[in-house]
């Protein structure tokens, strides 16, 4: 190749190569931006979700302050259950724990549970489940309140004896036509608290 031809192969070469990584730098902002605004809407989200059921002044960052743990006899989880802890200046307020699942009619329930430093329940909220439309999906809050009844309630005040539908003898009103779901929930809740009453103060 002579001289010029080389001169003519630069021409074109140099520019593509300048091109081609000038788009591999934007690129490469442009994904990072948006994993960025991705991982902030997540965080977003499931601080809203832990906030519906930790009420109570807290002013440390909740989302960051957690410890994970793997109880199978407490839990139906096959993971892990996230324990998000509340604190106010180093003290503790309480937990919210994230998924602890329930036995449903068809499949299991996604649950988010609140509960004060002192036991009682904050709240109680559905956040993903599988039941029949019109029956069992009645636990979702927005549904009907009959998740609402849990609040306020705890072992001190509810005797175990108690934490069943009324048909079972309980003292808690079952969906209608959701039997298998109300007694899902239902149970899900009661050993939650067992668990942190045995374990507070390891949790915090």
């Known amino acids: 190749m002579d001289k010029t031809g080389l001169r003519s192969a630069r ?3 140099i520019p593509l190569v300048l091109l ?3 788009c591999a730098v934007l690129l490469y902002i442009s994904n990072k931006l948006t994993q960025e605004k991705i991982t902030a809407n997540a965080r977003e989200l ?6 519906s059921v930790m009420p ?3 002013n440390n960052q909740l989302y960051d302050d957690f410890i994970e743990v793997s109880e199978p006899g407490y839990f139906r989880n096959a993971d892990t259950v996230i324990v998000f802890r509340a ?8 937990v919210a724990l994230l998924p602890v699942l ?3 009619y068809n499949g299991n329930i996604q649950l988010i549970i609140g509960i004060s430093f002192d036991g009682t329940l904050l709240a109680v909220r559905t956040i993903k489940h599988n039941e029949t439309e ?3 999906d009645h636990i979702d809050h927005n549904k009907s309140d009959w998740i609402n009844r ?12 108690d934490w069943s539908v009324k048909s079972d003898g309980g003292n808690f009103d079952q969906l209608s036509g959701a039997t298998i779901t109300s007694r899902g929930v239902i149970n899900a809740v009661r050993k939650s608290l067992e668990y942190y009453k045995l374990n507070r103060d390891r949790l915090y």
């Open 20 to 22: 081609t990584l000038v």
């Open 11 to 13: 021409e074109i070469i």
């Open 102 to 104: 329930a036995k449903g």
């Open 46 to 51: 499931q601080l809203g979700i832990i906030n």
């Open 56 to 58: 109570l002044p807290h």
């Open 134 to 136: 019109g029956l069992g």
């Open 150 to 161: 849990f609040s306020g309630l705890s072992l001190d005040n509810t005797p175990l004896e």
């Open 87 to 94: 604190r106010i200046n180093g003290q503790p307020v309480g």
